[in-house]
């Protein structure tokens, strides 16, 4: 018995680290994030002592597609077409989500209730939700609310806010952490009012698609679930509405717009003649250009893709990315033609099968008993999406917490005995 609390005490102080670690993600450069996952990654693999295969379900795909990466990544190099530096930058894009998913496996490995690290990622959000409070009132920001008369003029002052909060909220507002375990009221209804602010005062489209997806499979009670959907939107547009009576009227339909225009933003069939209409539009002037190289790069790279370091060729107008990109830029906002170029058909094809696979998985009908599948596959499905948007897995800046809770609910559903069992014996049967 001794040993065991021994043990238990040394897994609170690892959780402890992870919350600094939460907390940190926001305020340091992603290198250092990056190192402090692997230096988790490596004491709680220490201390287990074992050697773990079956991390996800599909991680194994990740594998090969960074492998097969470096591979033509070599055959390039031969042929002189890779910078090392670039290659060094692509090859730590690619690991990043990976060690992310590994942090959140050996969480699962720490044998923690989901509580505990569920309670951790709101307390984690709440440290990063304040601190953009404080900077906002300590700008003057909000002194100057009636002079903006544009949502971008305004995002570019406030802040775009963090994918890390919204998640938290919806962890609190879905009921997943039961009454018993439930952080105090003192906590939760602070926290909550400012969740629901910043998303709003972001006016962020990815925080409300995030908790659209993630409320949907997570939410325990499914009779309730519209009730309480309707009433959370309701709550969301109220709040705009009623800022219209502080701001410019200019501002509020400049938002309606960005809101309606969110596909139109990301689409590639437009002929991007007008300078205008690519700054409007630049994720669909992204994918147009990068279609463009991609179709007239051989069939080799077409099926194969270029390897790490291969650059996407924006043109002169790279400069609204980077001042001194001259002409490319190595990553786009969708993450599927980032893949396309760097590691062609085949690579998109084994990142999309990653997902199918991860979907496919929670929503089998013996997800019923084990909800750390459901959960994961609404993870899964959500990260596949924001891929469009964001970048998915692959880059510097990746929604971290999102990433963690897919390595740590997808391994919980593979430790589920009961699914394993239930999954053997529907074998056996169709035998």
Same mark, same amino acid.
């Given at each position: 018995?001794?040993? =065991?609390n021994?043990?238990?005490?040394?897994?609170?102080k690892i %959780?402890?680290?992870?919350?600094?670690?939460?907390?940190?993600q926001?305020?340091?450069s992603p290198e250092?994030t990056? $190192?402090? +996952?692997i230096?988790l990654?490596? =004491? &709680?693999a220490?201390?287990k002592?074992?050697?773990?295969?079956n /991390?996800?379900?599909?991680?194994?795909l990740?594998?090969?597609l960074f492998?097969?990466?470096l591979?033509?990544?070599?055959?390039q190099a031969l042929?002189?077409?890779?910078i090392f530096? +670039?290659?060094?930058?692509?090859?730590?894009?690619?690991?990043n989500g990976l060690?992310a998913?590994?942090v959140g496996f050996?969480?699962?490995k $720490?044998h923690?209730?989901d509580y505990?690290?569920?309670?951790?990622f709101?307390?984690?959000?709440l440290?990063?939700?304040f601190?953009?409070w /404080?900077?906002?009132?300590?700008g003057?920001?909000l002194s100057?609310?009636?002079?903006?008369?544009?949502v971008e003029t305004?995002?570019?002052?406030?802040?775009?806010g963090?994918?890390?909060v919204p998640?938290?909220?919806?962890i /609190?507002i879905?009921?997943?952490v039961?009454?018993?375990? @439930?952080l105090?009221k003192l906590?939760i209804i602070?926290?909550?009012?400012?969740?629901?602010?910043q998303?709003v005062i972001t006016?962020?489209?990815?925080?409300i /698609?995030?908790i659209?997806?993630?409320?949907?499979?997570?939410?325990?009670?499914?009779?309730?679930?519209?009730?309480r959907?309707?009433i959370?939107l309701?709550i969301?547009?109220s709040v705009i509405? $009623?800022?219209?009576?502080f701001r410019?009227f200019?501002?509020?339909?400049?938002? *309606?717009e960005?809101f309606s225009?969110?596909?139109?933003?990301i689409?590639?069939?437009?002929?991007?003649?007008s300078?205008?209409? %690519?700054?409007?539009?630049w994720r669909?002037?992204? &994918?147009?250009?990068?279609?463009?190289?991609w $179709?007239?790069?051989g069939t080799?790279?077409q %099926?194969?893709?270029?390897?790490?370091?291969?650059?996407?060729?924006?043109g002169?107008?790279?400069?609204?990315?980077?001042?001194?990109?001259n002409?490319?830029?190595? &990553?786009l906002?969708?993450?599927?033609y980032t893949l396309? %170029?760097?590691?062609?058909f085949i690579g998109?094809l084994?990142?999309?099968?990653?997902?199918f696979?991860g979907?496919l998985?929670?929503?089998?009908?013996?997800?019923?008993?084990?909800?750390s599948?459901?959960y *994961?596959?609404?993870?899964m499905?959500l990260m596949?999406?924001q891929?469009i948007?964001l970048?998915?897995?692959f880059?510097?800046?990746?929604?971290?917490?999102l990433i963690y809770?897919?390595g740590?609910w997808?391994n919980?559903?593979?430790?589920?005995k009961?699914?394993? @069992?239930?999954n053997?014996?529907?074998?056996?049967?169709s035998?």
């Open positions: 018995m001794q040993k =065991i021994e043990l238990d005490n040394q897994d609170k %959780i402890s680290w992870f919350f600094v670690l939460l907390c940190i926001y305020t340091v250092i990056f $190192l402090l +996952n230096a990654c490596i =004491i &709680v220490y201390r002592k074992k050697l773990y295969l /991390i996800i379900p599909g991680f194994s990740l594998i090969v492998v097969y990466t591979g033509i990544t070599l055959i042929l002189g077409s890779s530096q +670039n290659v060094i930058r692509d090859m730590f894009y690619m690991a060690i998913i590994l050996f969480l699962n $720490l923690y209730r505990q690290v569920l309670n951790t709101i307390l984690g959000a440290y990063v939700v601190g953009f /404080i900077n906002l009132i300590q003057n920001e100057s609310i009636r002079s903006i008369n544009n305004w995002r570019s002052s406030v802040g775009t963090s994918l890390f998640l938290a909220l919806v /609190i879905s009921g997943i039961d009454a018993k375990h @439930r105090s906590v602070p926290a909550t009012v400012l969740f629901i602010g998303i006016f962020s489209r990815t925080s /698609i995030l659209l997806i993630l409320y949907l499979f997570l939410y325990k009670n499914k009779k309730r679930l519209l009730k959907l309707v959370i309701l969301i547009v509405w $009623l800022l219209s009576y410019q200019t501002l509020v339909d400049s938002v *309606f960005k225009n969110t596909l139109t933003e689409s590639s069939s437009d002929s991007f003649t300078v205008a209409n %690519i700054q409007k539009n669909g002037f992204e &994918v147009y250009s990068a279609k463009q190289q $179709l007239t790069s080799f790279n %099926i194969f893709g270029g390897g790490f370091g291969k650059l996407i060729n924006v002169y107008l790279s400069i609204l990315v980077d001042p001194t990109s002409g490319y830029i190595p &990553v906002h969708n993450g599927y396309i %170029i760097k590691s062609g998109v084994l990142y999309g099968l990653f997902y696979w979907i998985f929670g929503l089998r009908k013996n997800s019923r008993n084990n909800l599948a459901l *994961f596959s609404g993870c499905l596949a999406i891929t948007f970048n998915g897995l880059k510097d800046s990746i929604n971290l917490a809770l897919i740590y997808g919980r559903a593979l430790d589920n009961s699914y394993r @069992r239930k053997i014996e529907s074998i056996i049967r035998t």
